[in-house]
């Protein structure tokens, strides 16, 4: 095995983080993989749904790259929608390739024309995906892996990344690719595992990356009540219905996720009503309801939205390069425009699996390290969020939001809560999965991404 530095250090093991590892690897170059839980602690090993890639015989990429936009919201940013779209079929036959046992039918989520969504068990596609990757790093001698290791700082010398502060000391790296995912546990009901609160965007924030997007926070509308537990779009697309208390529908059932997500905060306790369509096909799930206590044969279950996805975070090319030499992100960490104003369902899989790969090609030509390292800063503490904290950001950051809220919460110590709040104060209208019930429409003056860059204000770009 390599010692330090080694050609690419990857933060987060992650789909996207090993995507890039293996990627890497099959270019030669050493790799160390750093995670501050364990395997399953990412989004990834949780992901339900499925893998959106244009495969079936009457899709085209066209077609999806019209879906993705059309919920984007008019911001996806086209060029980065192209690589998604166009790549993607040839990731998921690679995954086909390496074992990964898809469902033999595609299923049919929100906001997708075409069935295009690659499944496992109905609902079991993220630990699927992540458990054949895993086994393929576990057979690399190249690839090392630190689990239960947080990264606590960037090591930036100069405009270049070296590496990365842990609570074990500095790690030196060629090349640094940020896989860490999102922040969405940031709010008090999420779906996502308790540590993803957006480490990325506060240390690449301390270190000078640039950031865009934070107003955007993906809500998941159907989570059992009381729980993270997602009950995926699928099941929706299967044909369950959405009902008030009085058994009523109230919305389309299929329509993008903010307009479910705030017709069914407008509804007060709603229920997913899951007796009529084929249960089998999403075994693990219905046993998952029936630990809850809930019996999906005989009574509706209630649900009800939750912080699910973050569209904002480091901005990085196509490429995955952010603005420090060195250093990459892809995933849900990064910022490529991808997703524009909402994320279209089943997407960020296949955002980690191309952009992901992308990055680790790109960061195989970092130049050599000079032979004489700086000393870098002492590790700084970790960060750590309160119950009180996530109760604030639900309740100032939520699926409504309204200045004076956000004006609170951008005052608190947190640097990602206050960003969020920063970012949602800036877009005074409504947007895709950002609304404002101050300025509900959307208003063609914001057609664009707030961006921060170190050391100046806010601003509005249009990417292309
Ligand atoms: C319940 C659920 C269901 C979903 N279903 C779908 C779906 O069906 N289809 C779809 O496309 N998307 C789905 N998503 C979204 C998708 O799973 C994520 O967007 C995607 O998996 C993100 O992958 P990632 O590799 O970027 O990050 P993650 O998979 O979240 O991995 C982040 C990694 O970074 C590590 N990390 C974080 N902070 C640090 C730190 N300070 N130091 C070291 N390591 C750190 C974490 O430990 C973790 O290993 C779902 C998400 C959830 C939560």
Same mark, same amino acid.
């Given at each position: 095995?390599?010692?330090?530095? #080694? ?12 995507? !890039? ?35 079936? !015989? ?9 879906? +993705? ?74 690839? /090392?892996?630190?689990? =239960? ?50 480490? !990325?965007?506060?240390?690449?924030? @301390?270190?000078?990356?640039? *950031? ?23 099941? $929706? ?11 009523? $529908? ?12 705030? !017709? ?5 306790? *709603? ?34 939205? @939750?912080?699910? #996805?973050?569209?904002?975070?480091? *901005? ?5 390069? +952010?603005?420090?030499?060195?250093? #990459? ?6 910022? +490529?425009?991808?997703?524009? /104003? ?8 296949? %955002? ?7 990055? =680790? ?9 000079? /032979?004489?390292?700086? +000393? ?36 608190? @110590?947190?640097?990602? =809560? ?10 005074? %209208? ?5 609304? $404002? ?28």
């Amino acid at each position: 095995m390599s010692q330090q530095p #080694y050609d690419v250090l990857v933060v987060g093991s992650g789909v996207a983080g090993l995507t !890039a590892a293996l990627t890497a690897d099959e270019h030669g170059a050493s790799v160390l993989m750093l995670t501050k839980g364990h395997s399953v602690d990412s989004s990834s090993w949780h992901a339900q749904g499925g893998i959106a890639a244009a495969i079936g !015989a009457d899709d085209t990429a066209d077609l999806h790259a019209v879906d +993705t936009e059309r919920a984007g919201r008019d911001l996806c940013r086209p060029s980065a929608v192209r690589a998604l779209v166009e790549e993607g079929p040839e990731r998921v036959r690679e995954l086909i390739r390496l074992g990964v046992p898809f469902d033999p039918e595609l299923s049919l989520e929100g906001g997708h024309s075409r069935r295009r969504v690659s499944s496992v068990n109905g609902a079991a596609t993220g630990s699927a995906v992540t458990s054949v990757l895993w086994r393929r790093m576990a057979s690399s001698d190249r690839i /090392a892996m630190r689990e =239960a290791t947080a990264v606590l700082a960037l090591w930036v010398d100069e405009g270049r990344c070296l590496g990365v502060i842990t609570p074990y000391g500095p790690i030196e790296a060629r090349s640094t690719i940020l896989a860490m995912g999102g922040a969405a546990a940031l709010w008090a009901r999420s779906t996502n595992p308790p540590g993803q609160i957006g480490d !990325a965007v506060a240390i690449g924030v @301390a270190a000078g990356v640039t *950031v865009a997007d934070m107003e955007f926070m993906q809500f998941h509308p159907t989570v059992l009540e009381g729980s993270r537990l997602l009950l995926t779009e699928a099941l $929706r697309g299967d044909g369950a219905i959405l009902i008030d208390s009085r058994g009523e $529908r109230f919305v389309e059932e299929l329509a993008p996720r903010d307009e479910v997500a705030r !017709a069914i905060v407008g509804k007060g306790r *709603v229920f997913l009503d899951l007796r009529s369509i084929d249960r089998s096909r999403f075994p693990g799930l219905m046993e998952e309801i029936a630990k809850a206590g809930f019996d999906p044969a005989v009574e509706p279950i209630p649900v009800s939205p @939750a912080a699910h #996805y973050t569209i904002g975070g480091l *901005v990085t090319d196509l490429v995955g390069r +952010t603005n420090i030499d060195g250093l #990459y992100a892809a995933g849900e960490c990064a910022a +490529t425009g991808v997703h524009g /104003a909402n994320r279209l369902a089943s997407n960020s899989l296949l %955002e980690c699996l191309v952009f992901g790969r992308r990055a =680790a090609l790109a960061a195989l030509d970092e130049p050599q390290f000079p /032979a004489r390292l700086p +000393t870098p800063a002492a590790a700084p503490p970790e960060r750590a969020a309160s119950p009180q904290l996530l109760e604030q950001v639900w309740r100032e950051a939520g699926v409504i939001r309204d200045p004076a809220s956000l004006a609170s919460l951008a005052a608190t @110590a947190d640097p990602v =809560a206050s960003l969020v709040a920063r970012f949602a104060l800036a877009r005074a %209208e409504s947007r895709g999965v950002h609304y $404002r019930i101050d300025a509900p429409v959307t208003d063609p003056a914001f057609e664009g991404h707030l961006v921060l860059r170190p050391g100046h204000d806010l601003v509005l770009e249009r990417w292309t």
